[in-house]
Protein backbone atom coordinates (compact mmCIF):
# COMPACT_ATOMS: atom_id res chain seq x y z
CA UNK A 1 0.00 0.00 0.00
CA UNK A 2 3.10 2.47 0.65
CA UNK A 3 4.49 2.22 -2.92
CA UNK A 4 0.82 2.54 -4.04
CA UNK A 5 0.05 5.38 -2.50
CA UNK A 6 3.19 6.94 -2.87
CA UNK A 7 3.31 7.18 -6.71
CA UNK A 8 -0.20 8.57 -6.67
CA UNK A 9 1.46 11.11 -4.35
CA UNK A 10 4.44 11.95 -6.84
CA UNK A 11 2.15 12.25 -9.44
CA UNK A 12 -0.05 14.34 -7.72
CA UNK A 13 2.41 16.66 -7.13
CA UNK A 14 4.19 16.08 -10.94
CA UNK A 15 0.95 17.94 -11.99
CA UNK A 16 -0.06 20.21 -8.78
CA UNK A 17 -1.09 23.56 -9.93
CA UNK A 18 -1.10 26.33 -6.68
CA UNK A 19 -4.55 27.93 -6.23
CA UNK A 20 -5.68 30.89 -4.20
CA UNK A 21 -7.27 28.59 -1.47
CA UNK A 22 -5.94 29.88 2.29
CA UNK A 23 -6.65 27.93 5.40
CA UNK A 24 -10.01 29.58 5.84
CA UNK A 25 -12.90 27.46 4.02
CA UNK A 26 -14.66 29.94 1.36
CA UNK A 27 -18.34 28.80 2.43
CA UNK A 28 -17.20 29.75 6.28
CA UNK A 29 -18.99 25.70 6.69
CA UNK A 30 -17.61 23.31 8.80
CA UNK A 31 -18.51 19.46 8.12
CA UNK A 32 -18.13 17.09 11.56
CA UNK A 33 -18.78 13.55 10.03
CA UNK A 34 -17.45 9.77 10.91
CA UNK A 35 -14.57 8.71 9.24
CA UNK A 36 -16.14 5.86 7.36
CA UNK A 37 -14.92 5.18 4.06
CA UNK A 38 -18.47 5.38 2.62
CA UNK A 39 -19.12 9.09 2.97
CA UNK A 40 -17.94 11.35 0.35
CA UNK A 41 -18.69 14.50 1.51
CA UNK A 42 -17.68 16.51 -1.43
CA UNK A 43 -19.87 14.83 -3.53
CA UNK A 44 -22.95 14.61 -0.80
CA UNK A 45 -22.73 18.31 -0.31
CA UNK A 46 -21.59 19.75 -3.46
CA UNK A 47 -17.92 21.40 -2.27
CA UNK A 48 -15.37 22.06 -3.33
CA UNK A 49 -11.82 22.23 -2.63
CA UNK A 50 -11.13 25.12 -0.11
CA UNK A 51 -15.21 25.91 0.96
CA UNK A 52 -15.37 23.89 4.01
CA UNK A 53 -13.11 22.34 6.83
CA UNK A 54 -13.68 18.65 6.92
CA UNK A 55 -13.26 17.00 10.71
CA UNK A 56 -13.69 13.08 10.60
CA UNK A 57 -13.36 10.44 13.83
CA UNK A 58 -15.53 7.68 14.50
CA UNK A 59 -19.11 7.77 14.78
CA UNK A 60 -18.63 12.19 13.61
CA UNK A 61 -18.72 12.63 17.35
CA UNK A 62 -18.64 16.33 19.46
CA UNK A 63 -16.02 15.22 21.38
CA UNK A 64 -13.12 17.66 23.45
CA UNK A 65 -10.99 17.35 19.90
CA UNK A 66 -13.42 18.39 17.94
CA UNK A 67 -14.64 20.88 19.77
CA UNK A 68 -10.66 22.23 20.34
CA UNK A 69 -10.76 22.46 15.83
CA UNK A 70 -14.43 23.74 15.67
CA UNK A 71 -13.27 26.42 18.14
CA UNK A 72 -10.24 27.20 16.21
CA UNK A 73 -11.68 27.23 12.71
CA UNK A 74 -14.33 29.72 13.68
CA UNK A 75 -11.77 31.96 15.78
CA UNK A 76 -9.10 31.98 14.16
CA UNK A 77 -10.49 30.83 10.41
CA UNK A 78 -14.26 32.64 10.23
CA UNK A 79 -16.61 29.77 9.67
CA UNK A 80 -20.06 30.34 10.72
CA UNK A 81 -21.87 27.50 10.23
CA UNK A 82 -21.49 24.02 11.66
CA UNK A 83 -23.05 20.70 9.72
CA UNK A 84 -23.36 17.03 11.96
CA UNK A 85 -23.27 14.29 9.93
CA UNK A 86 -23.64 10.57 11.01
CA UNK A 87 -24.52 7.47 9.16
CA UNK A 88 -26.44 4.33 9.24
CA UNK A 89 -24.56 1.00 9.36
CA UNK A 90 -22.02 3.15 12.08
CA UNK A 91 -19.67 0.46 13.56
CA UNK A 92 -20.67 2.44 16.61
CA UNK A 93 -24.38 1.50 16.50
CA UNK A 94 -25.97 -0.09 19.63
CA UNK A 95 -22.16 -0.52 21.18
CA UNK A 96 -21.19 -0.21 24.52
CA UNK A 97 -17.93 1.34 25.43
CA UNK A 98 -17.98 -2.02 27.39
CA UNK A 99 -18.01 -4.36 24.69
CA UNK A 100 -15.77 -1.64 22.33
CA UNK A 101 -13.16 -2.24 25.15
CA UNK A 102 -13.27 -5.84 25.17
CA UNK A 103 -12.72 -5.89 21.63
CA UNK A 104 -9.68 -4.11 22.23
CA UNK A 105 -8.08 -6.23 24.63
CA UNK A 106 -8.94 -9.42 22.85
CA UNK A 107 -6.94 -7.68 19.78
CA UNK A 108 -3.94 -6.16 21.42
CA UNK A 109 -3.85 -7.37 25.16
CA UNK A 110 -4.18 -3.79 26.36
CA UNK A 111 -6.14 -1.97 28.86
CA UNK A 112 -8.56 0.59 26.78
CA UNK A 113 -10.56 1.34 29.82
CA UNK A 114 -9.61 4.93 29.49
CA UNK A 115 -10.96 5.85 26.73
CA UNK A 116 -14.70 6.54 25.35
CA UNK A 117 -15.54 5.50 22.06
CA UNK A 118 -18.93 7.71 22.40
CA UNK A 119 -21.44 4.61 20.83
CA UNK A 120 -25.38 5.12 20.18
CA UNK A 121 -28.06 3.08 20.23
CA UNK A 122 -30.11 5.66 17.97
CA UNK A 123 -28.21 7.32 15.31
CA UNK A 124 -30.79 10.16 14.67
CA UNK A 125 -30.37 10.83 18.56
CA UNK A 126 -26.88 11.19 18.29
CA UNK A 127 -27.14 13.57 15.72
CA UNK A 128 -29.54 15.94 17.90
CA UNK A 129 -27.11 15.32 20.69
CA UNK A 130 -24.19 16.14 19.38
CA UNK A 131 -26.12 19.56 17.79
CA UNK A 132 -27.03 20.43 20.87
CA UNK A 133 -23.85 19.93 22.65
CA UNK A 134 -22.33 22.10 19.78
CA UNK A 135 -25.22 25.24 20.06
CA UNK A 136 -24.54 25.41 23.80
CA UNK A 137 -20.66 25.58 23.96
CA UNK A 138 -19.56 28.86 25.37
CA UNK A 139 -16.93 28.88 22.71
CA UNK A 140 -19.21 28.69 19.88
CA UNK A 141 -21.13 31.56 19.92
CA UNK A 142 -23.13 32.66 16.45
CA UNK A 143 -22.40 29.51 14.98
CA UNK A 144 -25.47 28.06 13.05
CA UNK A 145 -25.56 24.11 13.83
CA UNK A 146 -27.47 21.50 12.25
CA UNK A 147 -26.93 17.42 11.20
CA UNK A 148 -28.69 14.65 9.38
CA UNK A 149 -28.31 10.92 8.94
CA UNK A 150 -26.51 9.70 5.55
CA UNK A 151 -28.38 6.76 4.71
CA UNK A 152 -25.20 4.64 3.23
CA UNK A 153 -27.54 2.22 1.25
CA UNK A 154 -30.03 5.11 -0.83
CA UNK A 155 -27.57 8.16 -0.26
CA UNK A 156 -30.13 10.01 0.99
CA UNK A 157 -29.12 12.87 3.76
CA UNK A 158 -32.29 13.06 6.36
CA UNK A 159 -31.99 16.56 8.20
CA UNK A 160 -32.84 14.79 11.85
CA UNK A 161 -32.19 18.76 13.39
CA UNK A 162 -32.58 21.84 10.95
CA UNK A 163 -30.63 25.49 11.18
CA UNK A 164 -33.13 27.34 13.50
CA UNK A 165 -34.95 29.70 12.03
CA UNK A 166 -32.69 33.54 11.50
Do not use: K
Not at 94 to 111: C, F, N
Not at 141 to 164: E, F, K, N, Q, R
Request: proline fraction near 5%; charged fraction near 20%.
Amino acid sequence: MYEELLRAARAYEASFVPDQHTAAPGRHLVVLACMDARLDLFRLLGLEIGDAHILRNAGGRATNDMIRSLVLSSTALGTREIVVIHHTGCGLHQRTDADLRAAVAERTGADASTISFHPFDDVAQSVRDDVAVLRGHPLLPDMTVWGGVYDVATGHLDIVDPPPES
